[in-house]
């Protein structure tokens, strides 16, 4: 069955940690991946996305992922995190057969200031 | 551009009652989705609109839910005879038509509470 897995439920770090969140999906065809991030009292926003190219994808407020097929994985990283980074994040994945975005369970990100 | 934006954002219901949400897309999204998640999990398709027509439904959504979008703009969400079960955040996203952009823009949400 499709799925998405993100292996990290809560994480905390302190301010200027590194940071890296795992997801792995299951193996579908070709795929176009996902990173959500709703902050505290707001709405899912898009933090980056992979459709094809570049497997190191870019995305906003310093945040970055990688694609790497052979895992079926696209984790998330930012080098050094700040307290406003606290919120939840979800991995995502279209399938090119299907015309609905999967999504993890999410991961909990807490920043100790 | 507004934004996707639902109404209500909040609703509390008791057990039986009908109710009928709404979203509206951001404009020229021909593509329209409804989402359900729940306390610590992440959005479940429910269904899918391209343009008026109801293109894909999920398995979760039961008997007791019904999903319109009659002139392809706005859509609205009615699940009837409410349970408890129900209780959950209720989410639409919206889809530009362009071919190979497949980024979902969310709205806020209505939060469903079955009493």
């Known amino acids: 069955a499709q799925s998405v897995s993100q292996h990290n439920h809560h994480v905390i770090l302190s301010e200027a940690a590194s940071l890296e969140l795992g997801c792995n999906y299951s193996?579908?065809?070709?795929?176009?991946l996902f990173w959500y991030v709703q902050y505290p009292g707001q709405h899912l926003q898009l933090l980056l996305k992979y459709f094809s190219g570049d497997p190191l994808v870019k995305g906003i407020k310093g945040f970055e992922a990688e694609f790497i097929k052979s895992k079926f994985s696209f984790n998330l990283r930012k080098p050094s995190v700040q307290w406003s980074d606290t919120a939840e994040y979800f991995c995502?994945?279209?399938?090119?057969?299907?015309?609905?975005?999967?999504f993890g369970s999410g991961t909990r990100l807490s920043i100790r200031p | 551009d507004t934004g996707v934006s639902q109404n209500p954002r909040h609703k509390i219901t008791k057990r039986g009652q009908n109710v009928t949400f709404r979203c509206d897309p951001i404009s020229e999204h021909n593509r329209l989705y409804w989402y359900r998640q729940t306390l610590g999990q992440g959005p479940e398709f429910l269904t899918y609109?391209?343009?008026?027509?109801?293109?894909?439904k999920s398995r979760l959504l039961s008997d007791r839910f019904s999903a319109e979008r009659p002139k392809g703009s706005f859509s609205t969400l009615e699940i009837q005879r409410t349970e408890q079960g129900d209780s959950a955040m209720y989410l639409c996203a919206s889809r530009t038509p362009q071919g190979g952009v497949h980024e979902q823009y969310f709205g806020p949400g209505t939060r469903l509470t079955v009493t």
């Open positions: 995502a994945v279209k399938y090119s057969s299907a015309s609905k975005i999967i």
């Open positions: 193996y579908g065809g070709t795929v176009n």
């Open positions: 609109f391209q343009n008026e027509a109801q293109l894909e």
